[in-house]
Structures are given as structure tokens and as C-alpha cells.
């Protein structure tokens, strides 16, 4: 098994605070484990909240134990929860049931580490670790979504495509594609030299 080294860590962790920079992100904080669950690298930005230590553990280590992103060892809980209490009791470390851990691969999808990072909303935390995994040119479990040989020789899961949930990014989003359609307008009407085309009878 290839070791994720030091440096590799923490130019993930520091990827994945670029990611939440430049997104927006309220104070992230971020933790590699290896591939057994020891702690690589741990870092928490200005101003982040208590137990985020403990968080991004409980998140990253939930990962590795299921052998799926966090927000997915929730979904296995909501759907059975008997066999969730029977994993708790047999894990070492508690176990973080929300999005915001990843498990860290290599391109042939094997398992080297895991992320977990906690700070705001649990699509942008995870949003935020896939960039940092991404940054050191090593893969999250949605790199292999296309191909379903892979997805099922490596027991990958798949989940729907994250997307930015906050409103002040949809409205953002709503703003720019109004404004973008209003420029359309501008640019039309003056091509056909600032009259109004009108359709129908």
C-alpha cells in the first residue's frame, strides 16, 4: 500500500482551505488520517468553533470504517439502524454520522487515507475536500462514478452530485443568469439596430 506522505496532507488540508476561500465557506478545519485511522495532519482556521478536532476525526474515521464518504455511513443509519449501534460498539473511535469526510484513493482506487472537514454546510465541506484531494492528483470516490467495473471492484457507492445548498449562492447563481440574459437583450436589440423584435401575429 502507497503512504500518503506528510507534505501530501498538508497540501490537501491547505487545497481544501483555498476551496472553502474561495467559496465562502465559513471557518473550515480539516484532518487527514492514514489509511489505518492515525492521525496524519490536523489543522483549524482563525476563528473555527470548539470540538472540530473531534468532528473532522468522527467524520474521516467513519469513512474509513464503512469504506464510504461520511454522508453516506448516515444514509446506511437512517436505513438500518440496528446494524449503525452494532458498528459503533465495535469501532475504536466514535463515529461522525455527516458529510464532510472522504476517503482519499489512488488512481487505481486504493484506499491510502481519509479527509474529514467540518465548518459549514456538509455539501460544502465535502465540496471542499474533493478540491484538496483533487489538488495532490489523487481521487474521491465520485472519480470512478463512469465506470462501473471499477465502482464495484472497489465497493464504491455512488451519491447524487454535490451541489452549493446555501441561498446566498443560489441567489447569486439566479442573479448572474438574469443579468446574463439581460446583456443578451442589449447585445440583440442593438444589432438590429435597437428595435424590438415581437413573435406571433
Excluded: W
Excluded at 447524487?160 to 436589440?189: E, Y
Amino acid at each position: 500500500m502507497r503512504a500518503l506522505s506528510l507534505d501530501e496532507a498538508n497540501r490537501i488540508i491547505a487545497a481544501t482551505f483555498a476551496a472553502a476561500t474561495k467559496y465562502k465557506c465559513r471557518p473550515m478545519s480539516a484532518i487527514i488520517l492514514d489509511a489505518g485511522g492515525r492521525v496524519k495532519a490536523f489543522q483549524k482556521q482563525d476563528n473555527a468553533s470548539m470540538l472540530r478536532f473531534e468532528v473532522c476525526y468522527g467524520k474521516a474515521y467513519a469513512s474509513l470504517a464503512l469504506g464510504r464518504p461520511s454522508k453516506l455511513v448516515l444514509q446506511k443509519a437512517d436505513e438500518k439502524p440496528l446494524f449503525m449501534r452494532s458498528i459503533e460498539n465495535l469501532a475504536d473511535y466514535p463515529l461522525f454520522l455527516e458529510g464532510g469526510g472522504q476517503l482519499v484513493r489512488d488512481p487505481s482506487g486504493e484506499v491510502i487515507a481519509a479527509i474529514g472537514v467540518t465548518g459549514d454546510v456538509n455539501e460544502m465541506d465535502d465540496i471542499c475536500a474533493i478540491a484538496g484531494i483533487h489538488a495532490v492528483g489523487l481521487c474521491a470516490d465520485c472519480d470512478f462514478f463512469d465506470n462501473p467495473e471499477m465502482m464495484r471492484a472497489l465497493s464504491i457507492h455512488k451519491s447524487a452530485p454535490l451541489i452549493d445548498p446555501r441561498p446566498k449562492a443560489a441567489a447569486g447563481k439566479a442573479a448572474a443568469k438574469k443579468s446574463s440574459a439581460a446583456a443578451s437583450v442589449r447585445r440583440n436589440g442593438s444589432r438590429n439596430g435597437g428595435a424590438t423584435v415581437k413573435s406571433g401575429p
